[in-house]
Nanobody, 115 residues
Framework: QVQPVESGGGLVQPGGSLRLSCVASGSMFSIWPVGWYRQAPGKQRELVARCAGGGCTVYAESVKGRFTISRDNTKVTAYLQMNSLKPEDTGVYYC?????????WGQGTQVTVSS
């Protein structure tokens, strides 16, 4: 059963950093695209960053230069390094694993940026 599990969220002051982790089982993890999405209160879920086809890209314009996505296939884990956090980064962050059959979503991890 493929089920991503996120961790690493929490409360952080503006300007701080967090690293989110997404652990997923599955022998095909290394070839499945994996992405980080976030949903702020009252807003739609948006794609933040994604690794696919051997490369990783940050898509959300508001986080470029501050967030980095990476994956370690030996640990079946994807990461989202978030630096210089702003209050507008607050939301629930979800990991998505795109397999040949379906998408799998984690339960989400809350990130709150506040002083």
């Amino acid at each position: 059963q493929v089920q991503p599990v996120e961790s690493g969220g929490g409360l952080v002051q503006p300007g701080g950093s967090l690293r989110l982790s997404c652990v997923a089982s599955g022998s095909m993890f290394s070839i499945w695209p994996v992405g980080w999405y976030r949903q702020a209160p009252g807003k739609q879920r948006e794609l933040v960053a994604r690794c696919a086809g051997g490369g990783c890209t940050v898509y959300a314009e508001s986080v470029k230069g501050r967030f980095t996505i990476s994956r370690d296939n030996t640990k079946v884990t994807a990461y989202l390094q978030m630096n210089s956090l702003k209050p507008e980064d607050t939301g629930v962050y979800y990991c998505n694993l795109h397999t040949d059959l379906r998408d799998y979503w984690g339960q989400g991890t809350q990130v709150t940026v506040s002083s």
